[in-house]
């Protein structure tokens, strides 16, 4: 063999190789998938990053989202309290629960200062004191009345606004929806509750949605327990959420809350007790002076020097049971 023939069987032979080489690198991968499969694996794996880094964007730009439709909720609600604390005549009559009209309130309180002035004229047989009735009777009593029966009926609305609450949460983890809960609430509860959710029931059925209908309950009862009952389902309709777990912890205050005004009212009763026998002491005292010796302390009240000095002691008197009333007032 020639040495021409074994340099042409070593080129035969390295052409063989690189195209055999060439082959395997370049071709062989995709007729067997592997380079399919790698841009496949590669596919996946950015997507996954890719999702993982969008689903993160996506809860920090969704947590931003609901923080600022909560903080936009509270606020239109601070807003409409500000611009309602002026409470004119017929929203004070309505959170009474007095069937009267404006007018029917107007006609009592002239009836009242009428008959206040004319027993106070039998009483001293002084008109400059009579006029005092007009204010006594025209504007105190009307207004006295109107807000002790407020008060009474706040009260009772208190107690009976979280069982309503319990309906609510049992309803929603039934699967009822919340239309058909203040349903419930509107024809099974007690009064006051009753009335208050039946108007809201009204209220949708004039066209309001949930929300608007329920924003109205704080404006017929000025309570921190419907404010927060507002607030609650406002945020829970805006910005999603679990409406029974809310409404949970809501009626959870609201119990204990009561807890707390019924501790403080137990134990500031002995200084209730203390602050009636004292404000009560000096009028039994002259009561019982006036029963055994009338020629004694009748003074006070036939001599100018007398009137004085009395007219003093009850501005005295009613500013010291104003104090005490503060003293013992607590705000829960």
């Known amino acids: 063999m020639t040495a021409f023939d074994l340099r042409a069987i070593l080129i035969v032979v390295l052409c063989v190789v690189t195209v055999a080489g060439g082959f395997y690198v370049f071709v062989f991968p995709y007729l067997s998938g592997e380079a399919l499969a790698e841009k496949r694996h590669a596919q996946i794996t950015n997507g996954a990053g890719g999702r993982r880094a969008g689903a993160g964007v996506e809860r920090i730009v969704d947590s931003a989202t609901r923080r600022k439709q909560v903080t936009e909720s509270l606020k239109e609600l601070e807003q409409r309290h500000a611009e309602k604390k002026k409470i004119s005549l017929e929203n004070r009559i309505a959170q009474s629960g007095l069937d009267f009209t404006r007018n029917n309130f107007i006609a009592a309180s002239v009836g009242s200062a009428l008959a206040v002035t004319v027993l106070l004229f039998l009483i001293t047989g002084s008109p400059p004191l009579s006029v005092a009735g007009v204010v006594i009777g025209g504007w105190g009593v009307p207004n006295f009345v109107l807000k002790f029966v407020t008060n009474r009926r706040l009260k009772k609305f208190g107690i009976e606004f979280p069982n309503a609450i319990d309906v609510i949460i049992r309803g929603v983890k039934a699967g009822l929806p919340l239309n058909d809960c203040v349903r419930i609430i509107a024809s099974e509860a007690s009064e006051p509750v009753r009335s208050e959710f039946r108007q809201i029931v009204e209220a949708q059925t004039l066209g309001l949605t949930i929300t608007e209908a329920i924003e109205r309950l704080p404006q017929r009862i000025p309570t921190p327990e419907a404010n927060f009952f507002a607030i609650v ?58 029963l055994t010796s009338p020629h004694y302390i009748e003074l006070l009240w036939i001599t100018d020097t007398g009137r004085v000095v009395l007219a003093i002691c009850a501005g005295v008197m009613g500013l010291g049971c104003f104090i005490m009333q503060k003293m013992i007032a607590f705000d829960i």
């Open 233 to 290: 389902i406002a945020i829970q309709q805006k910005s999603g959420g679990n409406l029974a777990e809310a409404l949970s912890n809501l009626s959870r205050v609201l119990r204990e809350r009561k807890k707390m005004r019924d501790k403080v009212k137990a134990i500031s009763s002995e200084a209730k007790a203390s602050a009636m026998i004292i404000g009560a002491l000096p009028i039994v005292v002259a009561l019982l002076v006036y």
